[in-house]
């Protein structure tokens, strides 16, 4: 599939990384700006997410000519909806209109009330209740895997909004079907023992307590599936 990845920051570059790892052709537009380069170590980040994939400077404005010229089956991106209508551009019209998949991530209410999809917002409307036992970044690498899953999955041209809280309450929705009490530093589907500290993580598993030690790099590298320390999925 020629994937075209537009937007900025995590969530579709992402996506577009996992996608790119499974064979897929994805070219991604930048105008050399992307607040990624402005973080610490942010020019390694830059590369690492945007590896196997074809990057271009061109503008955002271009997209419908772009998409008329048939170079694309899909569209992933990020971009705010207010941003979307300042340039004209349609995407439910121009996804049925030359026949491609257009996935969206964005802010839950969407629209043009300018709700940002980021992960910091949607991780404070899901999950700071967990706070102390999830990955921190998880609301962006998860918004990111929903969107390559929406892309694959969907029945046919069109554009498809995703509401980026909601992708990461997904990963979590159990508590949301039913309803338990739950202390801050346990989850509500396992009895104590279960967390971590500085020896290692403990587990009450069949009647039974294991102790599993904090894994460093070293034993990473050479246990899990990788190539050069990318997962191979």
């Given at each position: ?39 610490d ?10 590896h ?8 955002l ?38 026949d ?51 892309l ?82």
């Amino acid at each position: 599939m020629r994937i075209l990845e537009l937007g900025s920051y995590i969530v579709p570059a992402y996506a577009g990384m996992v996608l790119a790892e499974q064979g897929h052709a994805v070219e991604k537009w930048t105008n050399g700006r992307d607040p990624i380069l402005g973080l610490d170590r942010g020019e390694e980040l830059w590369a690492w997410i945007n590896h196997g994939k074809r990057l271009v400077r061109r503008d955002l404005a271009d997209v419908a000519g772009a998409l008329a010229s048939g170079e694309y089956d899909a569209v992933i991106d990020n971009v705010r909806p207010s941003t979307w209508k300042r340039l004209g551009v349609e995407p439910a019209v121009l996804a049925l209109l030359h026949d491609v998949r257009w996935i969206s991530m964005e802010g839950e209410t969407g629209g043009d009330t300018g709700e940002v999809s980021f992960d910091v917002f949607c991780q404070a409307r899901v999950t700071m209740e967990f706070a102390g036992w999830i990955p921190f970044y998880i609301g962006d690498t998860g918004g990111g895997l929903w969107v390559a899953f929406k892309l694959l999955a969907a029945p046919g041209p069109g554009h498809y909004m995703l509401g980026h809280a909601s992708c990461l309450q997904k990963l979590v929705e159990g508590e949301l079907v039913v309803d338990t009490d739950r202390t801050r530093t346990g989850t509500p589907w396992d009895r104590e023992p279960y967390g971590a500290d500085e020896n290692g993580a403990l587990v009450s598993f069949k009647g039974a307590e294991y102790r599993e030690p904090i894994r460093d790099r070293a034993w990473k590298i050479k246990h899990l599936r990788h190539r050069n320390g990318r997962i191979v999925i």
